[in-house]
């Protein structure tokens, strides 16, 4: 660490992390290391996450549950193995709480079909309300939106604050005595903040309202407990947190999973079939049709493990110093608009900006000249932009693996790219 950095507080040996992840040594554009600040879209991903992946097509290829050959038994342990890591990672009551999808998108549409087909008292139907906020991803806006015009439903929603936070001043008119389902996210993708969890569940558990929860840019950052939470659903994805595309996670409360009917049919979910009609599996394989993400599960455990062996805690400590580090420099470039929270109280590790006048994809495109990979857009939130009068943003976000030097270059590219424009 150099000596303009040896006051931040909280740092992982970096240089050691780093190692484990062969995509942060690629060079680009004319012998420059890649600066990649664009964890918020996808992690990088660690050899020991790879080494899982390859092994499990080398060695252990099969498909799980339907074989008592020795392949197929190693396969379904390898798979069910990798459920009984994320539950404990995230301090499910039961394992069969976790149910594997292939994304958090997947996930929140999952529950928003069970409560659409459920009987009472879940059924969400046109004398019912939703309720969601202005911050969300658009996964987590537009299933509600189908859910909405499928049943008569009203989708109502909390807006935001000029500094980047949940207006709550109505939560007694956005949460009633109709509301059915409050979902929101933990932490925004677009303006990194944290929401106040408590009070929105608070609220919703007075109506008698379900709550879930779109974790996807919480679980790879900090200690995600759904006991404390006290949510009902909670969605996050495995791309983000270290592991393969492909795989999502949705947690439910046992007796609601027992309750709800399945969202997809087909192989192994049913208990019995009959031309005429079928009876379903238990959780959570009623809700895991047809042959599930093998490999991209076994992935997802292997990240599980290797985020548990450097420890969540310190993760959050890790990327807490690196933000507020970085919240500071960039407050320091002339015409940069931080859009969200401007301190690293509250806040996750994304932070979106403006920069002057100039377009966000400009912006982006002269920083990859230089080897900084940034997200440029309106990062699937395009409520937020609208809501602050802008087309898009600039994101960097970070990481385990991020480090206080890659902040420097990021602003040193910002400059460049005023340079550049004048």
């Not at 190692?19 to 020991?48: E, N």
């Not at 019912?128 to 987590?140: D, F, G, L, V």
């Not at 409050?182 to 609220?203: A, C, K, W, Y």
């Amino acid at each position: 660490m150099t000596s303009a950095h040896q006051g931040l507080s909280g740092l992982l040996d970096t240089e050691a992390i780093r190692k484990d992840f062969p995509l942060l040594d690629r060079v680009v554009h004319d012998g420059k290391k890649i600066v990649y600040l664009d964890s918020a879209a996808t992690s990088q991903k660690p050899r020991q996450v790879l080494d899982a992946l390859n092994e499990y097509y080398e060695r252990h290829n099969a498909n799980v549950h339907r074989g008592v050959y020795t392949v197929a038994e190693e396969a379904t342990a390898l798979y069910e193995g990798a459920r009984d890591k994320v539950a404990a990672f995230i301090n499910a009551p039961s394992r069969d709480e976790v149910i594997f999808t292939k994304n958090a998108s997947e996930s929140l549409n999952l529950v928003a079909n069970m409560l659409g087909w459920a009987d009472e008292p879940y059924r969400v139907d046109h004398e019912t309300e939703i309720a969601i906020t202005e911050m969300e991803h658009h996964s987590n806006i537009v299933p509600w939106q189908l859910l909405s015009q499928r049943t008569g439903a009203k989708l109502k929603w909390f807006g935001l604050t000029d500094d980047g936070r949940l207006d709550l001043s109505n939560i007694e008119e956005v949460i009633t005595e109709k509301t059915k389902i409050v979902s929101f996210t933990l932490v925004s993708n677009l303006l990194g903040t944290i929401n106040p969890v408590e009070t929105i569940i608070r609220r919703a558990q007075e109506v008698g309202a379900l709550v879930c929860i779109d974790a996807s840019q919480a679980a790879p950052h900090m200690v995600l407990d759904v006991q404390a939470l006290q949510a009902d659903f909670v969605a996050f994805t495995g791309h983000k947190m270290c592991g393969p595309t492909g795989i999502g996670v949705l947690w439910g409360r046992q007796e609601l999973l027992e309750d709800l009917p399945p969202f997809l049919g087909g192989g192994e979910m049913i208990e019995t079939v009959s031309m005429h009609s079928s009876t379903y599996a238990p959780a959570p394989h009623k809700f895991e049709a047809g042959t599930p993400p093998i490999a991209q599960a076994v992935g997802l455990g292997a990240a599980v493990d290797y985020l548990s062996a450097i420890g969540m805690e310190n993760i959050a400590r890790h990327e807490h110093a690196i933000t507020e580090y970085a919240v500071r420099r960039l407050q320091e470039v002339p015409d940069l608009r931080i859009i969200g929270p401007t301190t690293a109280e509250d806040r996750g590790a994304a932070i979106s900006f403006t920069l002057g006048d100039i377009h966000p994809h400009d912006v982006g495109q002269v920083l990859d000249e230089e080897g900084i990979a940034v997200r440029v857009g309106h990062h699937c939130a395009r409520p937020v932009c609208l809501r602050y009068g802008i087309p898009a943003t600039t994101r960097a976000s970070f990481y385990l693996y991020s480090t206080p030097a890659e902040v420097d270059a990021l602003v040193a590219g910002l400059e460049h790219v005023r340079n550049f424009f004048g």
